[in-house]
T-cell receptor
């Protein structure tokens, strides 16, 4: 399909481990966003990439969280030394410039 | 600080009814107000969006009403169907913020057949 693709769809890991979540945006989309959705909650902005500009990291909750976007396409969100409160669905969205954001189906992360 | 307040948390209507979901925002700099629909296990899908220069926008059975002075906007679903049962999120953003979205907490809608 031509939509936003995220992998893995589910991830279970032990507290203290590092995890990497991947996002493949829609081809040609210049902007990429990461959001977090905790159980029964709305979506919380994490980080935003637009073209070659410096990313907006204002939503990252701690320095254990980082993200990169290679070649202006695929993005990886990394969480180091995971904690139980990191359990959530991590959603990626992409857009063409400042156009509407299209979301992937997310990665459900569970920290034991 | 929650910048977009959404109500109700949940809503049950009969098929054919008109559920109404309300949102209020605080930041007067917001200039884009989308609504998203989310089914279990899926990502949010954009339904309809409005900018503050219009008071109403309709797309199919979905209508957004916007009240700039009250800093409120609402979603109306006409002739609701069981397939509309989902979680609905309102959101807001400011162009200068790169359109990063601030979301309401969501409304779980159930349409009974």
């Amino acid at each position: 399909g031509a939509g936003v693709s995220q992998s893995p769809s589910n991830k279970v890991t032990e507290k203290g481990k590092d995890v990497e979540l991947r996002c493949d945006p829609i081809s040609g989309h210049t902007a990429l966003y990461w959001y977090r959705q905790s159980l029964g909650q709305g979506l919380e902005f994490l980080i935003y990439f637009q073209g070659n500009s410096a990313p907006d990291k204002s939503g990252l909750p701690s320095d254990r969280f980082s993200a990169e976007r290679t070649g202006g396409s695929v993005s990886t969100l990394t969480i180091q030394r995971t904690q139980q409160e990191d359990s959530a669905v991590y959603l990626c969205a992409s857009s063409l410039g400042r156009g509407p954001q299209h979301f992937g189906d997310g990665t459900r992360l569970s920290i034991l | 600080q929650q910048q977009v307040k959404q109500s109700p948390q949940s809503l049950i209507v009969q098929k054919g009814g008109i559920p109404i979901i309300n949102c209020a925002y605080e930041n007067t700099a917001f200039d884009y107000f989308p609504w998203y629909q989310q089914f279990p296990g899926k990502g949010p899908a954009l339904l309809i969006a409005i900018r503050p220069d219009v008071s109403e926008k309709k797309e199919g059975r979905f209508t957004i009403s916007f009240n700039k002075s009250a800093k409120q906007f609402s979603l109306h679903i006409m002739d609701s169907q069981p397939g509309d049962s989902a979680t609905y999120f309102c959101a807001a953003s400011k162009r200068e913020y790169g359109h990063k979205l601030v979301f309401g907490a969501g409304t779980i809608l159930r349409v009974k057949s």
